[in-house]
DNA sequence: AAGATAACTGTTTTT
DNA sequence: CAGTTATCTT
């Protein structure tokens, strides 16, 4: 008994000194601070992760706090999984009862325990971007506007603008006709969305900022219950979030609980979306910050790359002010090449790509960064060309193909009968005869009656209840329909969540449509990733029921794509590469206009976000950095001749070596590749299913060459002809060779041999 | 109800 | 230029 108590106060010890191990200074003081608010500001590479993550730990080992006390808020699914697998490896005892998440995930936790007192049916749906652009569409057509006058996109913009403000539509200032008729709008579509059940991404927010707001004995439940609110990013919160946090916090009476918060307002590139700033001056001020505890040590980059970037930076106002510094040496400097035009850049890229892999640095450990995603073409085209793989990020996602929204539009009526929005996307998919006609006239009745789609078709239509699902498929229409969800509401009552699922897809007759469909053979597959989604879904969440199934969907939108096991190259945004890091950066298309990007240039808090994305982008690099642009570049269609960019010349110049463009008319250069150069690109996008563009299939020619003429290279080894193309020395050939796949050659120059 | 053509529109993005 | 969306055909 004795020995054990030793041994276990023992481990204690041993944990919590392995815990508190290699932490520099303020890393540990920031850590160890007692019960207090705290300001954090934490440079790039500071290790703010592990100060955040080991803080919950450190105050869980000491026994300041149970888990059930820690509520952790981040603005990422991804960035919240970190955390939670980070401290889970840190404490040897269950996490569960800490609430760790995304601000939005977090609401509706909160919002279905409570779903009564906020107002909110048990079932209410979550509307992503899109579901609520549909809505709002529905409505200026129901009030009989035009789209001309009201963009949709617009009064999506001004709704979620003033919800982000706490407004609800009574409360929004009119003192214009066009403000008026936003707020007529607002108002419509607020109730539509409290008729209909369903709640928008900022209406988590608002909703449960409101519940706490009005219910005292909530809200003291809360402060209560969380002695220990630590937010990540905390630069990148908008005004509705940080009121949430305050009101968590306890903060007016008796200030409950001590609030740490990490960020960095360098690093603050969200202000389009919302993000302000200025709340970190707010929480210095309304938390009674005495000291902000600097993390300024930088365990990334080497010493040139850290003072390019604070050099950059400092040419910005009203920062907190922060250096970083490496204990490391000061590295290379950075390479920076002028192009002639975009493709010569991308070329000079894929060059040296090739000579850093070539050197042992993996392609994933590269990255080529960018302003905006248009630029990701050149680069692609010449990637593909020579034959780099690479993936691009940032495309769409799994929750929202198309084939993913119908199916989960079938549940979501399953669950939630009053979801018009989700009705109108599925009533006549697979068609099943419903025309615009009867849909208008569904639509009148619903709205005499002030009743939901559903209600009124049950109520036109639908008769007495249907036992066999067989007497759906032989109504008709609008009546077919009713008794198809009649039928699908019943059966799945006894079922598990994949099997409603499973359900769901064969009798919806989905599966049916896209078998026949020629283009649906990725759409199936995806449909059949659903149902695994659901399983791994009932294997992970404590809440394995339907509506906690569509919940996760809507606020986790799935990663991007199926990640490629491949060590294959990074493209992304500067946006997107916020957070990570790679051993070398390439950094493109640094051209007046492009980045600065023109629509920021002229306010000054525009420049000074895109410098700080400049900055953010920088520091994503370890050892190597390289600066690009082009004086000539093809955008819209249109050649545009650009200067470079301001951000170079705010880099001190002994931190620069400027590469000179090299001479590309070397013969054996021209020849070795010559397949390369002339390669037709293949680009695979990011939907469903691999659409080609920049060549149709062309007839066959004449002659040796043709399609299905098995031939040998040099190179690729063996492959088969399957696409001719061109004449004389244009004349090309695709093959699909055994090892490397798909090939476009020009036949003058590849040595082909007929097999 | 699917397929073809014309018109439009171009930052950054998570929930 | 290229990709999406609205509109017009068959």
């Known amino acids: 008994m004795k020995i054990s108590l030793w ?75 970190e955390m939670l697998t980070r401290i889970t490896a840190m404490l ?56 001309k006058e009201f963009p949709p996109r617009q009064v999506q913009w001004f709704i979620n603008n003033a919800k982000e403000g706490g407004l609800r539509a009574s409360q929004v200032e009119t003192y214009d006709q066009f403000t008026r008729n936003m707020a007529e709008f607002y108002l419509a579509y607020e109730q539509r969305c409290y008729k209909e059940g369903v709640v928008d991404f900022p209406e988590l927010l608002l909703r449960c900022y409101e519940l706490l707001m009005r219910n005292e004995i909530l809200c003291k439940h809360y402060c209560d219950r969380f002695s220990h609110i630590l937010v990540d990013e905390f630069q990148d919160t908008n005004q509705l979030q940080y009121r949430w946090l305050k009101l968590l916090a306890g903060t007016g009476s008796s200030m409950c609980s001590a609030v740490f918060v990490v ?58 002010g922060k250096n970083l510094w490496t204990s490391e040496g000061h590295g290379e400097a950075l390479r920076v090449y002028n192009a002639a035009t975009d493709f010569d850049e991308a070329s000079f890229i894929v060059d040296e790509v090739k000579t850093l892999h070539a050197e042992g640095i993996e392609l994933s450990q590269i990255a080529l960064l960018y302003r905006s995603n248009a630029q990701s073409r050149v680069l692609e085209h010449s990637l593909f060309n020579a034959s780099l793989p690479y993936r691009v990020y940032g495309g769409m996602r799994f929750f929202e193909r198309q084939e993913i929204k119908h199916a989960l539009a079938y549940l979501r009526l399953i669950a939630n009968p009053d979801d018009d929005n989700a009705l109108l996307r599925i009533i006549n998919f697979p068609t099943r005869g419903i025309g615009p006609r009867s849909l208008e006239q569904l639509q009148d009745t619903a709205g005499q009656q002030g009743w939901s789609l559903s209600t009124a078709a049950a109520n036109k239509y639908g008769g007495e209840a249907v036992s066999a699902e067989e007497s759906a498929k032989t109504k008709k229409g609008v009546a077919g329909f009713v008794s198809l969800l009649q039928v699908m509401r019943q059966d799945c009552a006894e079922l598990t969540l994949p099997e409603i699922v499973k359900h769901m897809l064969a009798h919806s007759g989905l599966i049916a449509h896209y078998q026949k469909e020629r283009e649906g053979a990725d759409r199936l597959e995806n449909l059949n990733e659903l149902i695994n989604a659901a399983t791994s879904f009932v294997h992970e969440a404590e809440d394995d029921s339907l509506i906690a199934f569509l919940s996760h969907a809507s606020l986790e939108a799935g990663e991007h794509q199926a990640g490629t096991d491949q060590d294959a190259l990074q493209l992304m945004t500067a946006h997107s590469a916020k957070g990570l890091e790679f051993h070398s950066v390439f950094l493109s298309g640094l051209e007046e206009g492009l980045f600065p990007h023109e629509n920021s240039r002229d306010d000054d808090n525009g ?12 520091t994503r690099a370890r050892r190597r950095l390289y600066l690009s642009f082009a004086q000539s570049r093809m955008l819209h269609g ?65 002659g040796q060459w043709r399609v299905g003429q098995n031939v040998l290279h040099a190179k690729f080894g063996a492959g088969v002809i399957i696409n001719c193309e061109g004449q004389g020395s244009d004349a090309r050939v695709q093959v699909r060779f055994d090892r490397v796949g798909m090939k476009w050659l020009l036949l003058e120059f590849a040595k082909l041999t007929p097999v």
């Not at 995930?105 to 609520?132: K, V, W």
């Not at 470079?644 to 013969?667: A, C, G, H, T, Y």
Request: net charge positive; glycine share 8%.
């Open 7 to 81: 041994g276990g106060y023992f481990d204690i010890h041993k944990r919590m000194s392995s815990l508190l191990a290699d932490l520099n200074p303020e890393q540990l003081e920031a850590i160890t601070l007692p019960h207090q608010s705290a300001l954090i500001l934490a440079g790039a590479g500071s290790g703010k992760t592990r100060v955040l993550t080991t803080r919950i730990a450190y105050l869980i080992q000491s026994g300041q706090v149970s888990p059930h006390g820690i509520l952790a808020v981040t603005f990422t699914n991804k960035a919240a999984r």
């Open 92 to 147: 040897p005892i269950n996490t569960r009862g800490m609430w760790v998440g995304t601000f939005h995930g977090l609401c509706n936790r909160m919002l279905r325990s409570h779903y009564q007192e906020a107002g909110l049916p048990q079932a209410f749906q979550i509307l992503d971007t899109a579901d609520q652009l549909a809505m709002i569409k529905r409505i200026l057509k129901s009030s009989g506007v035009s789209d």
């Open 263 to 320: 960020g960095d307002d360098d690093q603050s590139i969200y202000a389009f979306r919302g993000a302000d700033t200025e709340n970190m001056k707010h929480f210095e001020h309304d938390f009674n910050i005495s000291h902000i505890i600097k993390l300024e040590q930088n365990y990334r980059s080497h010493g040139n790359i850290l003072n390019a970037a604070n050099t950059l930076i400092q040419n910005n106002s009203g920062r907190f």
């Open 607 to 618: 420049l000074e976000e895109e410098r700080r994305l400049m900055y953010v982008a920088m």
């Open 638 to 702: 249109q050649t545009r001749y650009n200067v470079r960019s301001r951000f170079l010349d705010e880099i001190p110049d002994n931190l620069m070596k400027w590469l000179q463009p090299v001479q590309k008319m070397d013969v054996s250069y021209f020849g070795s590749s010559a397949e390369n150069q002339f390669a037709k690109p293949v680009r695979q996008t990011s939907d469903y299913g691999k659409r080609r563009t920049g060549f149709v299939n062309q007839k066959s020619q004449a």
